[in-house]
């Protein structure tokens, strides 16, 4: 049987939710626009990153790195990292970071979006 695209992308999307979940990781799913630049984003724990559309690249001290899809990629904690968009198209990725090694007023930040250095640094300043 032949699935359409759409419900293929909503079944993957399903196996690797069950399995960041299943790891004790947070899901987000996230879609942008062509040629958005993410900068100065920074992990507190360990985070796992897929790209779902080709067009994404990593940037982290100073070296690319492509991500294909449905290629996960491990950012350690305390890493600084930009995320590229190439693509014409609109780029989709999830990421999520291990629950546990978050603090708790980090996790409602990161609610919305991805947590920036100044953020997590402001915190800790305190």
């Not at 995320?83 to 546990?100: D, K, L, P």
Request: aromatic share 12%.
């Amino acid at each position: 049987m032949h699935l359409p695209e759409a419900n293929r992308t909503d079944l993957e999307l399903d196996e690797l939710r069950l399995s960041f979940d299943e790891r004790g990781f947070s899901f987000h799913h996230h879609i942008d626009n062509p040629g958005r630049i993410w900068r100065n984003l920074f992990t507190e724990s360990e985070e796992v990153f897929v790209a779902l559309t080709p067009g994404l690249t990593l940037a982290i001290k100073g070296a690319l790195k492509p991500v294909r899809p449905f290629e996960e990629f491990s950012l350690e904690p305390r890493t600084r990292f930009d995320i590229v968009g190439t693509s014409w198209h609109e780029c989709q990725w999830v990421y999520g970071y291990e629950i546990a090694g978050t603090e708790p007023l980090l996790r409602v930040m990161r609610k919305g979006g991805l947590l920036l250095e100044e953020d997590w640094t402001f915190y800790h300043s305190s």
